[in-house]
């Protein structure tokens, strides 16, 4: 999914699937790596990042600027 978000008269683009999009998956790294000190990038090339970790990333001209993650996990109650 992808959509254009205007906040304070600025337009975002929100997108919800980065995995499969290169540009996208590198620029939510570059956040990830500027903001915790961490890295996907081996992660991903491992094969360890498959759909039950979902990104959703909100971005100013390809510069991914915010984040929000869902991991799903199985449990048992």
Do not use: C
């Not at 990038?41 to 993650?69: C, I």
């Amino acid at each position: 999914m992808l959509a254009r978000v205007a906040i304070h008269g600025r337009i975002f683009t929100f997108r919800k699937e980065i995995r499969s999009d290169p540009a996208r998956r590198i620029a939510f790294d570059a956040l990830s790596r500027e903001t915790f000190g961490l890295s996907f990038a081996q992660w991903y090339e491992a094969g360890f990042w498959t759909d039950r970790y979902q990104p959703d990333t909100l971005a100013d001209e390809g510069k991914v600027v915010a984040n929000a993650s869902v991991n799903v996990v199985d449990t048992v109650w």
